[in-house]
């Protein structure tokens, strides 16, 4: 099909009089795919429903522009009248890089968000189309020009997640679109969307609204596909495929995640955006982004700009309804010196933060016994006496700096630094976090740092940081049903609540007024904080205070 074959079908629909922008989707289909063979234009109504763009073009099976088309003399394309078009408008502007919105005859191109050109092939006069066709070449240009765009290469932190933040902010939408449809559709079988929601609230979050399983769902992607490039050592070449095999076994939890929902059972309304997602860091190099990454001359950390800077740019609102405050280096420097002195002074173990004597412990295995007073059968572990937990642990600031305090001791002796970090340490480091973005950056955080001062890890072992709710009670361990990677997370959160003589409780809780933490447990020991108190002007409902209310309830 050429141009003018294309517009004069355009215009034999139009005259019709009954057309709507759905009348025209097989011409422009039909007119890409002829002038550029080597381009697949997929239109499909399944995915549109669901927040996808009308035309995304492929070449292979990379992702290499998107189309938006709307009725054609629609007036208002690029969203400045209708509330509707103007949320569409942006929110792809945002999320795409290489887009053009159209009404068939109109085309507007946006490169990286900014307007780049319009150019226009016909008009309406008399309720017929007119072609322009001194417009013709310039627009078939366009489109051949529009499939060969090739994305800067991406060199700054705030860059990268302001990008990242676009197009998870995008598969969060579609996430929750779909599964809300999967969810009102009770004819057919449980969806695999739907079967991760449920293990979700079944193992691990038991709360999670279909929302919030979309922001886990879209952070997961998102960052387990940073953490697999920044560990991949072929720079030109990437897929989520790849991505799968390349995050790091010390998150066991995040990989097993990602080979799950990014893998080859992928929901197809979600490929394409997760395909996009993969081309932006085809052009990142993330392993030179994050090069100063831990120095001890560097105040600003690039693992802070990414939480912070996607955290604000994704979703503000979930920032300030969970407390997300960045701590000052100096202020974290303090804390943790401190703990350590007051280790050394107070209870007497010399090496303070290092220390690694062991206490005994009583634990409830799961044999029945009559005998015992709490019907199970009990038995005697050692575990290391000096605790550590961060219960808000964010980026894992404050665990970071409990590593390089220690480390301090261990200059000059780096032969026995890494047997002591697999006996010593990475046994009593624990940290417990809620949202996933800076769930994954806590455990690259720690992996980059340990990686920079020479461990060599041997057996594989996981960081002891996971995704789980502080404020709730521990649960009953859970089975191995479905997804027992997920219940493997929850069971070893509930270890360290239910099981592990936490002895420093560090950290910097975050501050939230209006607490989104109301479960049973928590309210019931904060009530202790109420006792004959008329609470008329003093809150005590914020999360910082309930987390001081936890720290008290380890320590007690």
Known sequence: MTTPEYLSSLNNRYRLGNSTEHTFRGDLQQLIESLIPEIKATNE??????????????????PVGFIEAKDIGDSD?????????????????ASLDNLIFTDYL?????????????????????????????????FENLLKDF???????????????KMMAGKARLLADVIEKTLKRDLDDNLNPKTSLEQQFDAFKDYLIHDVSTKGFADIYAQTITYGLFAARLHDPT????????????????????????????????????????????????????????????????????IIHFYETFLSEYDPKLRKSRGVWYTPAPVVNFIV????????TEFGLAQGLADTSKTTIKLNTQTPDKRSTTGYKQVEQQVHKVQILDPATGTGTFLSEVVKHIYTKFQGQQGIWSNYIESHLLPRLNG?????????????????????????????????????????????????????????EANEANHIKRDTPVMCVIGNPPYAVSSTNKNE???????DYKKNLKERKINLDDDYIKFIRYGQHYID
């Open 521 to 527: 447990w928590i309210q019931d020991l904060i009530s």
């Open 432 to 488: 417990f976090e809620i949202l996933m973005a800076s769930y994954a950056m806590a455990h690259l955080k720690l992996d980059l740092l340990l990686k920079e001062t020479g461990y060599i890890g041997k057996s594989n072992q996981r960081l002891r940081i996971y995704l789980t709710n502080s404020l709730e009670e521990h649960h009953p361990d859970t089975g191995t049903l479905f997804a027992n990677w997920l219940s493997t």
């Open 147 to 161: 499939v060969v765009h090739v994305g800067q290469t991406i060199k700054s932190p705030e860059r990268l997640a």
């Open 106 to 138: 109109r085309f507007v191109l946006y490169l990286e968000g900014e307007l780049v050109t319009e150019i226009i092939i016909g008009e309406i006069v008399d309720g017929s189309i007119k072609p322009l066709p001194e417009n013709f070449t310039a």
């Open 45 to 62: 109504p399944k995915r549109q429903s669901c927040g996808a763009p009308d035309y995304i073009l492929t070449k292979g099976e990379v």
């Open 77 to 93: 394309l690029i969203g400045k009248k209708k509330s509707g078009h103007k949320e569409q408008f942006d929110r792809y502007k």
């Open 235 to 302: 720079i030109k070449t990437f897929s989520r495929h790849e991505a799968a095999e390349l995050i790091p076994k010390s998150n066991p939890f995040l990989r097993k995640l990602f080979q799950f929902i990014a893998g080859y059972d992928l929901d197809d309304n979600l490929v394409w955006i997760v395909d996009s997602l993969v081309d932006i860091f085809l052009h990142s190099n993330v392993e030179e982004i994050l090069k100063n990454y831990g120095k001890s001359t560097k105040m600003e950390d690039p």
């Open 337 to 344: 010196r401190a703990v350590d002195d007051i280790l050394k």
